[in-house]
């Protein structure tokens, strides 16, 4: 299967949540409609869980949606534009030691059963192809806070949406991100006016 882009717009947030919109940086959260909370976390699932907590804790959360928008590398060759993952992982955790010790890394989340798109969060910036070809076994997509915005909102109770276009390979080209973002940023901006309608 193809993995072109798995974007449905017909699927519009559900009416009378709020939403809240969780960004790694201000550049990629740059096109997000007037009006909308954003929250911008930094680099690396630390800072991305961090941010997201803090931005959960003492509020009502019983009418909020996260919608975690943002760049991701394609881990595959027909990877291209805008996607939304079914599936997260924490990649650079080592789980299946953790497992042996009797604990759950929960290192797989499911956030919609129906979209066939994995994205790999981790702390690593891939540009190496050996590790790229290594992620690629398992997944579509890598960034480096996805995950652990999804783990915060599990946590929390609190609904996900996620998004994210692809920006470069996840190969030395990666380097060019800043050059690359400010498109990635318009199609998540124009994605957030279609399923905010």
């Known amino acids: 299967m193809t993995h072109v882009s798995d974007i449905d717009t017909t699927q ?20 997000v409609p007037a009006g909308l909370e954003v929250i911008v976390t930094g680099l690396g699932k630390t800072a991305a869980a961090t941010a997201t907590a803090q931005a959960l804790a003492g509020r009502d959360l019983t009418r909020l949606v996260i919608v975690n928008i943002g760049t991701a590398g394609a881990l595959r060759d027909d990877v291209v534009g805008l996607h939304e993952p079914g599936v997260v992982l924490n990649h650079d955790i080592n789980a299946e030691a953790i497992r042996a010790l009797g604990y759950d890394p929960q290192e797989r989340l499911v956030l919609d059963a129906a979209r066939s798109t994995v994205l790999a969060t981790g702390d690593v910036f891939v540009t190496d192809p050996l590790i790229r070809a290594r992620l690629a076994e398992q997944a ?16 929390f109770g609190v609904p996900l949406r996620m998004a994210k276009h692809v920006s470069d390979n996840a190969d030395e080209g990666s380097f060019d991100w800043p050059s690359m973002v400010a498109r990635s940023a318009r199609e998540l901006g124009a994605w957030l006016e279609a399923v905010l309608d």
């Not at 709020?18 to 740059?30: C, F, G, K, Q």
């Open 12 to 31: 519009i947030l559900p009416r009378g949540l709020t939403p809240l919109i969780v960004s790694a940086t201000r550049a990629e959260a740059a096109y």
């Open 140 to 155: 579509h997509l890598v960034d480096m806070e996805g995950y652990a915005v999804a783990y915060v909102a599990a946590r």
